[in-house]
């Protein structure tokens, strides 16, 4: 894997920061991220917003993506995503999403993403399309 990429990705990637995520596991198209559910997360008084959840089921499922296009010095971009809520997601919730990637070409990857709380239980579940570039086209500097 490509660690000065993936090290000016976690100094750019303010979004991620902004969730409070924190990456607990990465691999080569693997990656398992953790999250406390805190009231600016909230949609209500006790249910997290559902834009909450969709944003971390974008960051794992475009994390499992970038770890292992890394190994031929190519970012990734989200082209599209489906992600189903099967169960609420509350206040003081303990969530840990996990990303695989079940395909990948020379442009597009496809990548599983699911969501649980601290019970265990699938709270949302989904797939993922990204494309791969050139490192050179993007706006990050080595």
Same mark, same amino acid.
Request: hydrophobic share 40%.
């Given at each position: 894997?490509?660690?000065?990429?993936?090290?000016?990705?976690?100094?750019?990637?303010?979004?991620?920061?902004?969730?409070?995520?924190?990456?607990?596991?990465?691999?080569?198209?693997?990656?398992?991220?953790? =999250?406390?559910?805190?009231? $600016?997360? *909230?949609? &209500? /008084? #006790?249910?997290?917003?559902?834009?909450?959840?969709?944003?971390?089921?974008?960051?794992?499922?475009?994390?499992?993506?970038?770890?292992?296009?890394?190994?031929?010095?190519?970012?990734?971009?989200?082209?599209?995503?489906?992600?189903?809520?099967?169960?609420?997601?509350?206040?003081?919730?303990?969530?840990?999403?996990?990303?695989? =990637?079940?395909?990948?070409? $020379?442009? *597009?990857? &496809? /990548? #599983?993403?699911?969501?649980?709380?601290?019970?265990?239980?699938?709270?949302?579940?989904?797939?993922?399309?990204?494309?791969?570039?050139?490192?050179?086209?993007?706006?990050?500097?080595?």
């Amino acid at each position: 894997m490509n660690n000065k990429i993936l090290n000016i990705y976690n100094q750019t990637n303010q979004f991620g920061k902004f969730l409070d995520l924190i990456l607990v596991e990465v691999k080569p198209g693997q990656v398992k991220y953790s =999250v406390n559910v805190k009231k $600016q997360h *909230l949609a &209500t /008084v #006790k249910s997290a917003h559902g834009g909450f959840i969709s944003a971390i089921f974008d960051q794992i499922v475009g994390t499992a993506a970038l770890s292992q296009s890394l190994s031929e010095d190519k970012l990734v971009s989200t082209v599209e995503f489906k992600i189903n809520y099967l169960k609420p997601v509350f206040l003081n919730d303990s969530l840990i999403g996990q990303g695989l =990637v079940i395909k990948s070409g $020379q442009r *597009l990857y &496809t /990548v #599983k993403g699911e969501i649980y709380n601290q019970n265990k239980e699938l709270i949302a579940t989904g797939i993922a399309t990204l494309n791969a570039y050139p490192f050179e086209k993007s706006d990050m500097n080595i």
